[in-house]
């Protein structure tokens, strides 16, 4: 069975301190994918990122960076110099759904995330 | 218009009840998703209808009943719900199919508390 875990259930920083948001998941597919989802008060759940498993590359938007590291694996989130409009609670999710079927997440618990001025 | 709008945005209701949750998908995606969030827990998959087929979480309660129309439709009924049920329903789509980059695109939610 896949499972997500976030250990982080709330962060603090302040403004322009950079902060990690951390992922690990469980899995026993070869072949998976990772999402990272931004929860604002709206609570609409924005994308963030999706990572297919045999794609290993870091990447970087902008102020946000991920690390996708399978020999621990884990998927996590960093953003640098944060600002107070970061301030919202951040998802890991991982999907194991084959071809033709619908993507099917399991999320983390999700991680508050809170940037003071 | 955004991608995907649920109304209402917030539902109180007393336990002898009716009520339906409604979502729409503006995005031509073939998959709908319903979502329950409560507090401090992950987010837990209730149905999906994929290509006219539905599948759902064998631990929801009977008194939640999905009901998807067509694809740009998808409705959650409710009744004789417990406190326990408050929390915030969202709904998603997606496209099934695109491997390189599906994804879940979510409504806002409809904040739902049992009285």
């Known amino acids: 069975a896949q499972k997500v875990t976030q250990a982080q259930t709330e962060i603090s920083v302040v403004e322009k301190e950079d902060v990690t948001l951390d992922c690990v998941y469980e899995?026993?597919?070869?072949?998976?994918?990772l999402f990272w989802y931004k929860q604002p008060p709206s609570g609409e759940l924005v994308f963030l990122i999706r990572?297919?498993?045999?794609?290993?590359q870091n990447e970087i938007s902008g102020r946000y960076s991920w690390n996708f590291q399978k020999s621990t694996s884990s998927f996590n989130f960093t953003i640098t110099a944060s600002q107070v409009v970061d301030s919202a609670v951040y998802f890991c999710?991982?999907?194991?759904?084959?071809?033709?079927?619908?993507?099917?997440?399991?999320f983390g618990s999700g991680t508050q995330l809170t940037v003071l001025p | 218009e955004t991608g995907v709008t649920q109304t209402p945005r917030h539902l109180v209701m007393g336990m002898t009840n009716k009520k339906s949750l409604k979502c729409e998908q503006h995005?031509?995606?073939?998959?709908m998703y319903w979502y329950k969030q409560s507090a401090k827990k992950p987010l837990e998959l209730m149905f999906v209808?994929?290509?006219?087929?539905?599948?759902e979480n064998n631990s929801v309660p009977s008194r939640f009943s999905p009901e998807c129309p067509n694809s740009s439709h998808l409705f959650l009924h409710l009744h004789t719900l417990q406190p326990e049920d408050s929390a915030l329903y969202l709904c998603?789509?997606?496209?099934?199919?695109?491997?390189?980059?599906?994804?879940?695109?979510f409504g806002s939610g409809t904040q739902l508390s049992v009285l």
């Open positions: 209808y994929s290509l006219e087929e539905r599948v």
């Open positions: 995005l031509g995606h073939n998959a």
């Open positions: 899995t026993r597919d070869t072949t998976y994918y």
């Open positions: 998603a789509s997606s496209q099934v199919g695109d491997r390189i980059r599906e994804k879940l695109f």
């Open positions: 999710a991982l999907s194991e759904a084959g071809s033709g079927s619908a993507r099917q997440l399991t």
């Open positions: 990572r297919n498993s045999f794609d290993e």
